[in-house]
């Protein structure tokens, strides 16, 4: 099952890309805007890329990389040489760049290696290195004119970068990474972001302003699915002033699954409140929430029932999730975007899942032999959910249903 990963993201923001710079036919949008915000540093490099012709490699060992000449205005696309070293005291074979005719032979180049980006607060999923004089500040490197013009498209501060400055990429994550690869327009955005949040004392924020609104969703109550002909999992917008920031609740289950989010629920409209016996409710009551109860199973094992926090004790979910919860809102904790389908995906996890698991453990299905309360907290895991995950998703994509939410986990290593 292919996961999600970073060529599915616009390389600004938070959302997944649906389009494609028309000229390098590399970097990878959501919207206009973004692409916007991309340009004054991908205008330096962007007609440089696609003139560049793949089929001038010279060997199978050259890839694509990107050189920050000091002498230059701007930085250009290269062939590196990478042969393969088989050193004689590993046992595997990796791939090394010839450096010395970008650093200088009296020099030892230093690598950078990048494998997140602040500005995103993504994980990429390979490694760039950024290649430089080890000695740059000392040994009389001029500073570099091209890497300037890149840093100067945000207003930070940054280091002195000084000397021949070379990003190449390599694949993988890990500290052992094996092969190079070809470096793209996507990466060079990680680059340029990297070579101004290098010189940070604390991580950037500036993607995430005071006005900024989080993606979430709300989970409508029977009274506003009937009423108002809303679907179950609605997406909606929550400001960041919203007080589900400040006064939430939680979901045990979706922290066991390691997706942490804040709960709130929202007032009932008069319209159906008030009018409990009205027909199309069929009997039952219009608060009535179930994906929303079942989301708040206690999965504490030391909860007793207390009245006043509305505690039911474990596998339970709280007096006031019950049937009158009403509509519900939830966001990511990280405040990343929640999809209505990550919302039906958890709910569903939690209602059919989680909650025969804890019923087990609570003596439904064997009163004299229940299934213990830590073997069922280790059940409730990450590896389950992302089974249910992709079940649902297959469900709907044979009812011919939207499935473009990204993979849950999308910013983390994956399973
Ligand atoms: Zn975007
Ligand atoms: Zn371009």
């Avoid at 393969?84 to 010839?98: E, G, I, R, V």
Wanted: charged share 25%; hydrophobic share 35%; proline share 7%.
């Amino acid at each position: 099952m292919a996961s999600v990963n970073a060529a599915d993201w616009c390389i600004i923001c938070d959302k997944p890309n649906t389009s494609v710079c028309n000229r390098c036919k590399s970097s990878r949008y959501c919207s206009k805007e973004c692409q916007h915000a991309d340009w004054p540093a991908h205008k330096l490099l962007c007609s440089a890329f696609s003139k560049f012709d793949i089929g001038t490699r010279p060997s199978k060992d050259h890839v694509r990389a990107i050189s920050f000449p000091f002498n230059k205005e701007r930085p250009e696309i290269v062939w590196l040489h990478c042969p393969w070293h088989d050193d004689d005291d590993d046992d595997f074979p990796c791939q090394f760049p010839a450096s010395a005719p970008i650093v200088g032979k009296d020099a030892f180049g230093r690598t950078l290696p990048v494998q997140y980006n602040p500005f995103l607060q993504r994980k990429l999923t390979d490694t760039i290195h950024i290649l430089h004089r080890d000695a740059a500040l000392i040994d009389g490197s001029l500073p570099n004119r091209s890497v300037a013009a890149v840093t100067a498209t945000q207003p930070y501060q940054t280091l002195d970068w000084r000397g021949p400055i070379l990003a190449y990429g390599m694949v993988g994550l890990g500290v052992d990474q094996v092969a190079c690869k070809d470096i793209d327009m996507n990466d060079f955005r990680h680059v340029a972001d990297h070579l101004v949040a290098c010189g940070m004392e604390s991580k950037p924020d500036i993607r995430r302003n005071v006005g900024e609104k989080v993606k979430g969703v709300r989970i409508n109550c029977l009274g506003d699915q009937k009423m108002f002909n809303k679907p179950v999992f609605e997406a909606v917008e929550v400001p960041s002033t919203d007080p589900i920031f400040t006064e939430h609740e939680t979901s045990d289950i979706a922290k066991r699954i390691e997706l942490p989010i804040f709960t709130r629920r929202c007032r009932p409209y008069a319209k159906w409140a008030n009018d409990e016996d009205n027909k199309i409710f069929q009997g039952a009551s219009p608060f009535n929430n179930q994906p929303a109860t079942f989301l708040h199973l206690c999965c504490d094992p030391n909860a007793k029932f207390n009245a006043r926090t509305g505690s039911m004790g474990w596998g339970w979910a709280p007096m006031q999730w019950q049937n009158g919860a009403g509509s519900a809102i939830i966001v990511r904790q990280d405040k990343k975007p929640l999809f209505p389908l990550h919302a039906e995906a958890l709910s569903r996890y939690c209602q059919y899942d989680a909650r025969a698991i804890l019923a087990h453990s609570m003596g439904e299905y064997a009163p004299e032999e229940p299934m213990q309360k830590k073997t069922a907290l280790a059940m409730v895991c990450r590896p389950a959910f992302i089974i249910s995950w992709y079940k649902l998703r297959e469900t709907k994509r044979k009812e011919g249903e939207d499935t473009d939410a990204p993979y849950p986990y999308y910013d983390v290593d994956f399973d």
